[in-house]
């Protein structure tokens, strides 16, 4: 009985160091968004947080390039962008940027379906100071 016992709790000692030895480990490489300076603060300063397209076309699809600098003295890492509708879709480097580096935030707007005055915000999250940041796109789709 103390044999199986023994027999059960190795195995059991054997199966929680493998799991817990592979979390915080993931196959999308988020080891590279680490920032490698973590003494200081980042700052994330866009050249401008707004854009506005004017009048577009229904159905068109358009887009824009924010563009921010580090303005602190650590690495920032953006850790999500996400979009307030489906329609509006943001890409970001995922590498760190260093202090006064810049980056870029690419937002594209599908106006398909839509009609009139539009406002779409994304929200930047990183590690930065400013750990949220709200980005604006304003469009006027024309009446078909």
């Known amino acids: 009985m103390i044999r199986n016992t023994v027999h059960i709790l190795t195995a059991m000692l054997a199966f929680a ?5 592979s979390c915080g480990r993931n196959s999308s490489g988020a080891e590279r968004n680490m920032p ?3 003494t200081g603060t980042a700052v994330m300063t866009f050249e401008s947080p707004e854009h506005n397209f004017g009048k577009v076309e ?3 699809k358009v887009g824009c390039i924010f563009t921010f600098r580090n303005t602190g003295d650590a690495d920032l890492v953006i850790t999500s962008a996400t979009a307030s509708c489906g329609c509006t879709v943001p890409k970001y480097d ?3 940027v260093p202090p006064d580096g810049t980056g870029t935030i690419e937002v594209i707007f599908d106006t398909s379906g839509r009609e009139g005055l539009q ?4 929200v930047i999250q990183s590690n930065a100071e400013n750990n949220l940041v709200i980005l604006r796109i304003i469009a006027e789709v024309e009446k078909n």
Request: proline share 11%.
């Open 58 to 60: 229904p159905g068109e």
């Open 119 to 122: 406002t779409k915000t994304v």
């Open 94 to 96: 995922r590498r760190p």
């Open 17 to 21: 160091a493998v799991m817990t030895s």
């Open 36 to 38: 490698s300076d973590t």
